[in-house]
T-cell receptor
Framework: QKEVEQDPGPLSVPEGAIVSLNCTYS??????FMWYRQYSRKGPELLMY????GNKEDGRFTAQVDKSSKYISLFIRDSQPSDSATYLC???????????FGAGTRLAVHP | SAVISQKPSRDICQRGTSLTIQCQVD?????MFWYRQQPGQSLTLIAT?????????ESGFVIDKFPISRPNLTFSTLTVSNMSPEDSSIYLC????????????FGPGTRLLVL
């Protein structure tokens, strides 16, 4: 079993839709949870990070962590074609800073 | 966040040759990492580049195949040695943020195709 599982998609939605991207993890020691966005032919860009359980909002993006179920979510409101990218979740336990990545979900938002 | 550049941005190489990838950061950083992203897959950590000492390699990666240098706090190189088509991948360097030790920032990547 991979430490971080993520459905690779692809996910195709119309512009304006609410997008839900999800990951599960197996390591109870994970405390930090990140979402990266990667456009084609670019490096991953840090979108959001959260510590422990709870929600964090930044504009149209909301990151949610439920440690009881080991579930990580990213919600995108009012999705735009410019949101079309691969979204990678990542987790780690701190200290050494070794990030464990999910497989990435490819999102396409069509006009 | 730090500004990270990589050279070359892409290359096509013949099997059996070696390629050195450079990573330059615009500020001094404590921790630098090298990742590989194979086609259609996620990121896998190759090694941590330690300043002034040998790199720390992850399971499945060895120094003879991926020698790393870290001469100072703003620069590192990764060499992919004796390449085979299986080494075709995107190679990325990353650094830990100065403001927040819990965040990593990535360079734009080097796309490598081995024929």
């Amino acid at each position: 079993q991979k430490e971080v599982e993520q459905d690779p998609g692809p996910l195709s939605v119309p512009e304006g839709a609410i997008v839900s991207l999800n990951c599960t993890y197996s390591n109870s020691a994970f405390q930090y949870f990140m979402w990266y966005r990667q456009y084609s032919r670019k490096g991953p860009e840090l979108l959001m990070y959260t510590y422990s359980s709870g929600n964090k909002e930044d504009g149209r993006f909301t990151a949610q962590v439920d440690k009881s179920s080991k579930y990580i979510s990213l919600f995108i409101r009012d999705s735009q074609p410019s949101d079309s990218a691969t979204y990678l979740c990542a987790s780690f336990s701190g200290g050494y800073n070794k990030l464990i990545f999910g497989a990435g979900t490819r999102l396409a938002v069509h006009p | 966040s730090a500004v990270i550049s990589q050279k070359p941005s892409r290359d096509i190489c013949q099997r059996g040759t070696s390629l050195t990838i450079q990573c330059q950061v615009d500020s001094q950083v404590t921790m630098m990492f090298w990742y590989r992203q194979q086609p259609g897959q996620s990121l896998t950590l190759i090694a941590t580049a330690n300043q002034g000492s040998e790199a720390t390699y992850e399971s499945g990666f060895v120094i003879d195949k991926f020698p790393i240098s870290r001469p100072n706090l703003t620069f590192s190189t990764l060499t992919v040695s004796n390449m085979s088509p299986e080494d075709s991948s995107i190679y990325l360097c990353s650094v830990v943020g100065q403001a927040s030790q819990e965040t990593q920032y990535f360079g734009p990547g080097t796309r490598l195709l081995v024929l």
